[in-house]
């Protein structure tokens, strides 16, 4: 198994849901989730998980409070499951068009946002985008 296919894998063992389309709304009212994984630079994630934390948890949080986003999650990946991500931010979405439904109004917040360096570095010493994905939930126990 590849290591993307085995880190979706491992992210819907750990509970997440899992991608399809044509689902009803969630009682939740989430329409679709966009996952954002990230590879930490170096073998410890854990600069990383600060960075996102102080600046894309902390924009996500004001988005949830306005409305914009149903939900934002930082997730970290077992680090002997060997996945080609270390780090899943999740953000859940009311609009079948996710983030492209709320750019202006997050836009705006992003441009009120200073952008924290916890460890002193920018994102790109601590890591990068591997991998995006829209996914719907199809179904929940």
């Known amino acids: 198994m590849n290591p993307v296919r085995r880190g ?11 991608a399809g389309a044509g689902a009803a709304l969630p009682a939740d009212g989430v329409a679709v989730e966009e996952w954002t994984f990230l590879k930490a630079i170096g ?17 996500d949080r004001l988005a ?5 986003f149903a939900h934002a999650r930082l ?28 750019r202006a109004a997050f836009e705006a917040i992003r441009a ?4 924290v360096q916890p460890d002193g ?9 591997v991998e995006s994905r829209r996914v719907q939930l199809v179904a929940s126990a």
């Open 8 to 18: 979706l894998v491992t992210a819907l063992a750990l509970g997440l849901p899992a």
């Open 43 to 59: 073998t410890d994630p854990a600069a990383l998980l600060r960075f996102l934390e102080a600046n894309w948890l902390a924009m």
């Open 64 to 68: 949830v409070a306005q409305g914009l």
């Open 75 to 102: 997730h970290r990946a077992d680090p002997a499951d060997g996945a080609a991500w270390d780090v899943v931010m999740i953000v859940g979405y009311k609009t079948p068009a996710g983030y492209d439904g709320v």
């Open 112 to 115: 009120a946002h200073r952008p």
């Open 121 to 129: 570095q920018p994102l790109a010493a601590l890591g990068r985008i």
